[in-house]
Nanobody, 119 residues
Framework: QVQLVESGGGKVQTGGSLSLSCAAS????????MAWHRQAPGKQRELVAV???????NYGDRVKGRFTISRDNAKNTVYLQMNSLKPEDTAVYYC?????????????WGQGTQVTVSS
């Protein structure tokens, strides 16, 4: 089993910055993908950013140029630096880890952390 513990988030005004972190513990394979998703009230969950174990990244169109995902493999931790925040970034942000190895990929989610951007 894998446990994900998120921290960070909170409230900020438009144009401000916040950072999130997510520490994974348990049986972590070396081949994995770590990501952040978000879900605003009444909307579907969407991908914010993803980073592979080799450091390749991909971002959702709405956050490109403003958010940066990074990871520390030694600590099994993924980070999300969010700059130039907008009210439409308000959502619950979820950490997600997908482990690849023998058998089917294993998908784990954090409990979510609230990010609120006021205008």
């Amino acid at each position: 089993q894998v446990q994900l513990v998120e921290s960070g988030g909170g409230k900020v005004q438009t144009g401000g910055s916040l950072s999130l972190s997510c520490a994974a513990s348990g049986r972590i394979s070396s081949i994995n993908v770590m990501a952040w998703h978000r879900q605003a009230p009444g909307k579907q969950r969407e991908l914010v950013a993803v980073i592979s174990s080799s450091g390749n990244t991909n971002y959702g169109d709405r956050v490109k140029g403003r958010f940066t995902i990074s990871r520390d493999n030694a600590k099994n931790t993924v980070y999300l630096q969010m700059n130039s925040l907008k009210p439409e970034d308000t959502a619950v942000y979820y950490c997600n880890v997908v482990l690849y190895g023998m058998g089917a990929p294993q998908d784990y989610w954090g409990q979510g952390t609230q990010v609120t951007v006021s205008s």
